[in-house]
């Protein structure tokens, strides 16, 4: 409930941060600056030693933040919507939308089916899959709506289930699956604070209470919060109910290693633009080799055969130079290490957590667990959960702080606002955004 108490402190975050743009008090982002061109830079070599020990070497990461042409004036602490292509990865997206548009239908027509297939295979063997078992999509969210409403093992008495966390275009396509096919839809709350324990508990309870369901929806990495869930053994819980399990992985890949196995469930959406910083347009559908059946042809399309996992998703003509620079994006990544970037990302978030979190008044929503957080993290102001007070924070660190972040609905215990940090953010950009939150919360 809104009280006047409350409102009136939402106000005062709205009145500060109307006034607070032109002090910067807390000094300007100590972020690398950026190259005009990559033949300015030299090459990029990791130093030796283990994850842990990379990602504290500030030499190397100020080298991978000058691959990145950023915005000067704002302190970008929301990689999650984007994630930015480095400058190899733009340059390569610059020459093949060259190409695609110099050679047009030729191109298009005699020279990208090849090309489409070994983009393709590489991306199937960087997450642990078969060709055949990945199509590429637009995006995670059209991977996933294509999963959910053509998933044809749901009928009249039987329940599909997805929890508060989960992505809010995937809870409508699971209910409107529902409606469609006449099924129950069953929702649960992710504990807050979580634990692996609690975790499973939760679903636990949820699927025993449940024995009739069919369709479990989970969110890898939540949007939200930034909590990981422990997806397999999740999945080893659904999988001997019958249960099928959609994972939603779209802010997972590139930002934690991961692979299908280590997942193990049937279906995965994917996105290829957030943290593995390729342009945008270009996703990824996971059905497994042995459930394709489940999951009809895309509008009875039959441009492909009914056993292609191509004949699951149609998205007419794709956006070849996009699809072509995956391979430079993926090249990125694994100049870097998957493993020493999650190890940075992690150091960024926790940077900045372990100087809140004690803070009164903070409340931080996803633990420390090193198995349940990656970079992203969720917090709000104690007691503060309204769209309007989270909102207005998001508001104030932006215009009185020049840190730009976001805030985020739909959670059972009330929104909150999304902190990302990227791999051209640095220590002290961590540190002013945790003295931005401390000088916030002494407000009351």
Known sequence: MTTRRSFMKDA???GAASVGAASMALGTSAQAEPADSLGALPPLSPPAGTPSEVARDESFWKKVAERYRVKRDVTNMEAGYFGMMALPVLEAYHRNIDRANRDSSFFARREFPALHQQVRARVAS??????????????ATEALQALISQYNKVGPGDTIMYADLDYNAMQWAMNELAARRGATLVTLDIPEPASHSAIIAAYTKALDA???????????CNNKTGLLLPVKDIVALARPRGVDVVVDAAHSFGQVPLSMAQLDADFVGLNLHKWIGAPIGVG?????????????????DESAPSTSIDSRLHTGTVNFAAILTVADALDFQATIGVENKSARLRLLRDRWVNAVRDVPGVDILTPDDAALVGA???FRLHGRGSAAANQALAKTLLD????????RTGLAKGDCVRVTPALYNSLADADKLAAAIKTIAARG
């Open 12 to 14: 005062a975050l709205l």
């Open 210 to 220: 449940n024995p009739k369901t069919k369709l479990l929806l989970l969110t890898h």
């Open 126 to 139: 960087f997450i642990g899959a078969k060709p055949t078992e990945i199509a590429f999509s637009r995006n």
């Open 400 to 407: 009185e702080f020049g840190i730009f972040t976001f805030y």
């Open 284 to 300: 990824a559908m996971y059905i497994r080799e042995d459930k394709l059946s489940s999951i009809d042809r895309a509008h009875a």
């Open 376 to 378: 992203l993290t969720g």
